[in-house]
């Protein structure tokens, strides 16, 4: 009888051989029902809410003004409080170009149109009545102005005194307080006033 062979010695372990060959090429599924879902585009949401906010800040309704259609409303503001309400507008998130295409319209057509330039330029002003000539204040007179009836404000204790100060014309939009120039004897020296206004004082 022959004797029994002995069992083959063990080879050395491959250590790139995988123990279970069925789980060679196996991959995680993803889940169809997560990857295939269109979620909602936040991004959109939010340009259209933010776009209706500032749309919101710069109506002015169906308010008209008298003189608005011949650009003859009479102004009663200086240009630093103009200048004021342009910034507390700006700091909102509404952009120069924005508020732009919106003073352009209280503008009638054919006397121009307020530019972001006019816009920056005027913003640069420094003084109370610097820019009085300039398209941007008289159109932000007038958007401003157009804003308060809409939303039922009352006029101020200094709105109220410059109409008193100024009368019918309102404030001077055509000569111009930083470029114009005055002649004064030499005991005489020019100042504007709280209202705008430029009164001759001696000394």
């Not at 123990?19 to 936040?42: D, F, I, L, M, V």
């Not at 008209?64 to 200048?83: H, K, Q």
């Not at 910034?87 to 121009?112: D, E, N, W």
């Not at 398209?135 to 009836?149: D, S």
Request: proline content about 5%.
């Amino acid at each position: 009888m022959p004797a029994a062979s002995a069992p083959a010695p063990l080879g050395d372990r491959d250590p790139n051989k995988l123990s279970n060959p069925t789980q060679q090429g196996t991959k995680r599924k993803s889940n169809s029902a997560t990857s295939g879902e269109q979620r909602p585009n936040k991004t959109a949401k939010h340009t259209k809410s933010k776009k209706a906010d500032i749309d919101a800040l710069l109506d002015t309704g169906d308010v008209t003004l008298p003189g608005e259609d011949t650009g003859s409303v009479p102004v009663y503001d200086t240009c630093g409080e103009i200048r004021r309400k342009i910034r507390a507008l700006l700091a909102k998130g509404v952009s120069q170009a924005a508020l732009s295409r919106t003073l352009s319209k209280m503008v009638p057509g054919g006397q121009g149109q307020v530019s972001s330039r006019n816009i920056g330029t005027f913003m640069k002003q420094k003084h109370l009545m610097d820019g009085n000539t300039s398209p941007a204040f008289y159109a932000g007179y007038v958007f401003f102005e157009k804003q308060r009836i809409k939303n039922g404000k009352p006029k101020t204790k200094t709105r109220q005194e410059m109409e008193e100060v100024h009368g019918k014309t309102g404030v001077d939009l055509d000569w111009s307080f930083k470029g114009g120039s005055l002649t004064l004897f030499r005991n005489e020296r020019a100042h504007v006033d709280k209202f705008g206004r430029i009164q001759i004082i001696k000394h």
